[in-house]
């Protein structure tokens, strides 16, 4: 079935970096954008960043601009949210999620989310 | 950006139909029609009811429909139903490549 699992979180104190994975199966991952999205405890959702079907286009929240980074393996059908200078303000689960169609806007499977603790 | 703007709170009897608007701005809802819509349970991931507007993806109920006239979105929830009581976001795509999503809206079925 179509599943994507997340993982790479934890407690990761100020100013230090988390790289977090998501694993995908049961789908043709090299057709899909990908997309980040994290939820504060008791908040909403927030958009974190997208990466095209094929790596060539990434696109960040103003609030992880220049601090997290995209990247994807096609051949191992995974996306990677580099998190780097981390902040309090990060503390979030974070959830990876496809595009609903390759032309389409939507986010229709999502991760079961991993959850990354910025603290001292 | 600033965040889409949704109410709070919206609240309905069993069969009732409920509507919660989402509004944006030209930059983004006014301009592309690239507005989906998430229900999300306690402790569980978002799931997808509405994308690009008005698309149901296969398995939503037809209870669920959603519309656009300007800067503003809907999500309109016909015959309530006790299992319906959720936190509901509307999401959209903006001139700068990014998304976009609302603050989230608390449905009470009461």
């Known amino acids: 079935q179509v599943q994507l699992v997340e993982s790479g979180g934890g407690v990761v104190q100020p100013g230090r970096s988390l790289r977090l994975s998501c694993a995908a199966s049961g789908f043709t991952f090299s057709h899909y954008a990908m997309h980040w999205v994290r939820q504060a405890p008791g908040k909403g959702l927030e958009w974190v960043a997208v990466?095209?079907?094929?790596?060539?286009?990434?696109y960040n929240a103003d609030s992880v601009k220049g601090r997290f980074t995209l990247s994807r393996d096609n051949s191992k059908n995974t996306v990677y949210l580099q998190m780097n200078s981390l902040r309090r303000e990060d503390t979030a689960v974070y959830y990876c999620?496809?595009?609903?169609?390759?032309?389409?806007?939507?986010?229709?499977?999502w991760g079961q989310g991993t959850t990354v603790t910025v603290s001292s | 950006q600033s965040a889409l703007t949704q109410p709070a709170s919206v609240s309905g009897s069993p069969g009732q139909s409920v509507i919660i608007s989402c509004t944006g701005a030209s930059s983004n809802i006014g301009t592309y029609n690239y507005v989906s819509w998430y229900q999300q349970h306690p402790g569980k991931a978002p799931k997808l009811l509405i994308y690009?507007?008005?698309d149901r993806p296969s398995g939503v109920s037809s209870r669920f429909s959603g519309s656009k006239s300007g800067n503003t979105a809907s999500l309109t929830i016909s015959g309530l139903q006790a299992e319906d009581e959720a936190d509901y976001y509307c999401s959209s795509y903006t001139s700068t490549y990014t998304r976009l999503f609302g603050g989230g809206t608390k449905v009470t079925v009461v």
């Open positions: 990466i095209s079907y094929d790596g060539s286009n990434k």
């Open positions: 999620a496809k595009t609903v169609t390759p032309s389409g806007d939507g986010m229709d499977v």
């Open positions: 690009d507007v008005s």
